[in-house]
C-alpha cells in the first residue's frame, strides 16, 4: 500500500479523552474513531489490526476442534424470558422494539439463542460433544465505558459454548479451550495467564480469566513469577489427549485477581521472592456452568438408555476488539506503538526519504514491488515529506520493521533496516533486503 494512496488520518497531539497510552496511539496513529460513546468505527489500519487478531482466535478455535457459525446481533426477548435472564440483565442490556411491537435487543452474549439452536439440532446423545462458535458485535450498554476499545459498549467478542453429555466430558471440553486459550495469546505475543475466577452460584472451580499483565489494567491481580516464565502449548498438542496434566501445570501455582485473593494463601503458597502483584487486563474468560441454560430451557438429549438428559455446558470469550488495545499497552515505548509480527497491520514501512530523486525513487519503487509480488506486506511512505516526520509517523504506527531509503545509501548501493522493537539497525544491499523478507 502507497501512503499516498490510503487513509490513515493521524493526529497530532495527545487527545483530551484519552486516559491510557493504548487509547491515545490508537488515536493519534488513526485507527480508530469515536462515533458516540463507547462505540468505534475501525478505520482501515485499525480494521487490519482486528483482522490479524481474529484470524489468529479463528485457527486456534478450529485447531482446538470447535466449529465456527453465525448468529446476528439482534436477538429476540422471548428467548431470554425462558432462560429467565430478560429481567434480571437489567440496564445493561440494549433493548429494542421493532415496527410490531415485538420486543428485541442487542445481544450482550449468546448463551440463549445457542441453546435454542443446539435444542432444535441435536437430539441424541451420538451427537455429542460439540463446541460451537462465534465471532460477532456485542453490546452491553456499560455505564463508564472508558479507555476506548477495551471497555466500549460495542465490542467484537469470540465466544463459544460446549455441549456435553456428563461433567466429565464438559471439563475436558474446558481444557481444550483453557490450552487453546493459552495458544492463541501466546501467538499475539502476549503472555497471558490463567487465573482463577469466581463461579458465582454454580460453584466448583472450573472458571478462569485470561490476564495479561498492565499497569493500566482494571484488575489487581497476584500471581507466582513462574507463571509469567512458562511456555504456552505448542502446535502439535493432541486436543484429543488427557489434557489435565498441562492444565495442573498452569493451575498449580498461586494466581488470582483482586475479587478471590487470599493474602494469607499467597504468603503461605508462594515465596516473596516469587510474588508478583501487578495490575492486568482480561482478554479472555472460560467458565462451565453445567445446565443452567439446557435445564431452564429444555435443551435435552436422548441418552445411551434412552433418558432424556439435560446438556452439560460452558461458554468461553475472547474480547477480540479489546485485544487490540491490550496488545497496545503490552508493547509500546515512547514513541508509539510495537506490534509484534502476528498482529502487524503491514509487516514493513519503506520510507522514501526523497521523494524525487530519481536513484531513490527507482530503487524504493523496486524494492515495494517485488516485497509485495512475495505476498509481504508494506506500506509505502512515498509522500514528498521531511525525513524527520516519516520517522516519527513510522515509529507511532509501529509496523515491525523499516526500510529507511536515501539518496546517501543509495550511491553505494545500500539501504538501511531498522527493527521497531530493538531500535536495531543495519546496512544492506538491495538483494540482501529482498532475501531478508522474502525467504
Ligand atoms: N465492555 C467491553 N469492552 C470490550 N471487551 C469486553 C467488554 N466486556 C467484555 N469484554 C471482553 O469479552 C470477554 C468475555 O466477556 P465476559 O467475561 O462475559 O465479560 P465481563 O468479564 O465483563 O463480564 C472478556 O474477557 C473481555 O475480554
Ligand atoms: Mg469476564
Redesign the pocket.
Known amino acids: 500500500m502507497r501512503l499516498s494512496e490510503y487513509f490513515l488520518p493521524l493526529l497530532r497531539d495527545d487527545p483530551k479523552e484519552a486516559e491510557i497510552v493504548s487509547h491515545r496511539y490508537m488515536l493519534r496513529a488513526g485507527l480508530i474513531r469515536q462515533a458516540s460513546a ?1 462505540i468505534y468505527s475501525w478505520l482501515p489500519m485499525g480494521f487490519r489490526v482486528l483482522k490479524k487478531i481474529e484470524a489468529i482466535v479463528r485457527e486456534e478455535q478450529n485447531r482446538a476442534g470447535a466449529i465456527e457459525l453465525l448468529m446476528p446481533t439482534i436477538q429476540s426477548a422471548e428467548l431470554w424470558r425462558e432462560s429467565g435472564r430478560y429481567d434480571d440483565y437489567g440496564k445493561e442490556m440494549l433493548r429494542i422494539e421493532d415496527r410490531s411491537g415485538r420486543e428485541m435487543l442487542y445481544g ?2 449468546n448463551e440463549e439463542l445457542i441453546t435454542e439452536i443446539f435444542r432444535a439440532g441435536v437430539n441424541s446423545y451420538r451427537d455429542l460433544p460439540r463446541n460451537l462458535y462465534h465471532i460477532q458485535w ?1 453490546f ?1 450498554d ?1 455505564i463508564r ?1 472508558r479507555f476506548g ?5 460495542e ?3 469470540k ?1 463459544g459454548y460446549s455441549f456435553d453429555l456428563d461433567v466429565e466430558s464438559a471439563k475436558h471440553s474446558y481444557n481444550q479451550m483453557f490450552v487453546s486459550y493459552l495458544r492463541t495469546f501466546d501467538r499475539m505475543g502476549l503472555k497471558a495467564i490463567p487465573m482463577a475466577a469466581d463461579t458465582g452460584p454454580i460453584g466448583g472451580d472450573l472458571s478462569h ?2 490476564i495479561i499483565l498492565a499497569d493500566t489494567g482494571e484488575s489487581e491481580v497476584f500471581c507466582h513469577q513462574d507463571l509469567i516464565d512458562m511456555d504456552a502449548p505448542g502446535a502439535d498438542v493432541d486436543y484429543g489427549s488427557d489434557l489435565q496434566p498441562e492444565i495442573d501445570r498452569w493451575t498449580n501455582h498461586y494466581a488470582a485477581t483482586d475479587e478471590l485473593h487470599d493474602p494469607a494463601k499467597f504468603d503461605e503458597l508462594v515465596p516473596r521472592e516469587k510474588q508478583v502483584s501487578a495490575r492486568g ?5 472460560i ?1 462451565f456452568f453445567g445446565t443452567k441454560y439446557t435445564e431452564a430451557m429444555n435443551c435435552l438429549v436422548q441418552g445411551p438408555d434412552g433418558k432424556q438428559i439435560p446438556l452439560q455446558c460452558g ?1 468461553y ?7 487490540v488495545g ?1 496488545i497496545i499497552e503490552a508493547s509500546h515505548d515512547e514513541n508509539g506503538i510495537i506490534w509484534p509480527e502476528p498482529v502487524a497491520p503491514f509487516r514493513i514501512g519503506l520510507l522514501n526519504l526523497k521523494v524525487g530523486d530519481e536513484k531513490t525513487d527507482e530503487a524504493c519503487g523496486a524494492l515495494y514491488q517485488q516485497l509485495t509480488a512475495a505476498g509481504v506486506e508494506v506500506l509505502y511512505d512515498d509522500r514528498n515529506e521531511r525525513a524527520g516526520g516519516k520517522f516519527a509517523t513510522m515509529d507511532l504506527i509501529g509496523l515491525p520493521w523499516q526500510i529507511i531509503v536515501g539518496p546517501k545509501g543509495i550511491k553505494s548501493g545500500e539501504v538501511e533496516v531498522k527493527n521497531r522493537a530493538s531500535g536495531d539497525r543495519e546496512s544492506l544491499s538491495m538483494d540482501a533486503v529482498l532475501n531478508k523478507f522474502t525467504h
Open positions: 463507547g450482550p452474549t456485542k452491553r456499560e465505558p476499545v477495551m471497555r466500549g459498549r465490542f467484537l467478542m465466544d480469566e485470561f487486563i482480561e482478554v479472555g474468560h467458565f461458554s470469550g475472547i474480547g477480540v476488539s479489546r485485544l491490550g
